[in-house]
């Protein structure tokens, strides 16, 4: 199983600023199968990032991925009031499919 | 529009069992490999199952292997998750959740675009 660890647990930034979160894998993610998602309270998560760098639909472009082999990174060029979440990385390449523990961004 | 609808939750008493069901619609449901992810209170997400378009292929995580089944119904858009022998450490808001495209022979092809809202499964005695 591949272990994913998300750093830091929590950021506090102010809008405008940028965000930089971090996901670490155990081994290698097969062919950069590698999401991430955003989740606000009481909503389900919503996909933001695919094969490691790809914009889902309807995914505003201050949201980006870049990363390879172990070390995958979502940034968020300025943050807007409606970014502050819970973030989650996920590997999708091999199964069990595990998830990050989580990012919390929040308002500084 | 894509919908994902689950029920079947509840409270349960701990080694008993519960049925849930995710009803889809607005897209072609056998065409796409589908999935549950659950949620305790206060944590983070965690994949429990997925299977194949075709129900070829069928994964579970650890901690569920042995004790859920996963299943579909092409014919009735559904997907279900068996859940036997509960445990307190099962209790959570269970997801459905579909591939993002279509014709994944396995469970591990495409990352998850749309999921339901979720039904909550508390296990207590």
């Known amino acids: 199983e591949i272990v994913l660890t998300q750093s830091p647990a929590t950021l506090s930034l102010s809008p405008g600023e940028r965000a930089t979160l971090s996901c670490g894998a155990s081994?290698?993610?097969?062919?950069?199968?590698l999401a991430w998602y955003q989740q606000k309270p009481g909503l389900a998560p919503r996909l933001l990032i695919y094969?490691?760098?790809s914009r889902a639909t309807g995914i505003p472009d201050r949201f980006s991925g870049s990363g390879s082999g172990t070390d995958f990174t979502l940034t968020i060029s300025r943050l807007e009031p409606e970014d502050f979440a819970v973030y989650y990385c996920q590997q999708y390449g091999s199964s069990p499919r595990t998830f990050g523990q989580g990012t919390k961004v929040e308002i500084k | 529009e894509v919908q994902l609808v689950e029920s079947g939750g509840g409270l349960v008493q701990p080694g008993r069992s519960l049925r849930l069901s995710c009803a889809a619609s607005?897209?072609?449901?056998?065409?796409?490999?589908m999935h549950w992810v659950r949620q305790a209170p206060g944590k983070g997400l965690e994949w429990v199952s997925g299977i194949s378009w075709n129900s070829g292929s069928i994964g579970y995580a650890d901690s569920v292997k042995g004790r859920f089944t996963i299943s579909r119904d092409n014919a009735k858009n559904s997907l279900y998750l068996q859940m036997n022998s509960l445990r307190a450490e099962d209790t959570a808001l269970y997801y459905c959740?579909?591939?993002?495209?279509?014709?994944?022979?396995?469970?591990?092809?495409?990352?998850?675009?749309?999921w339901g809202q979720g039904t909550l499964v508390t296990v207590s005695s």
């Open positions: 081994q290698s993610v097969s062919s950069s199968y």
């Open positions: 094969d490691a760098s």
């Open positions: 607005g897209f072609t449901f056998d065409d796409y490999a």
């Open positions: 959740a579909k591939d993002m495209d279509y014709g994944c022979s396995s469970t591990s092809c495409y990352p998850l675009d749309y």
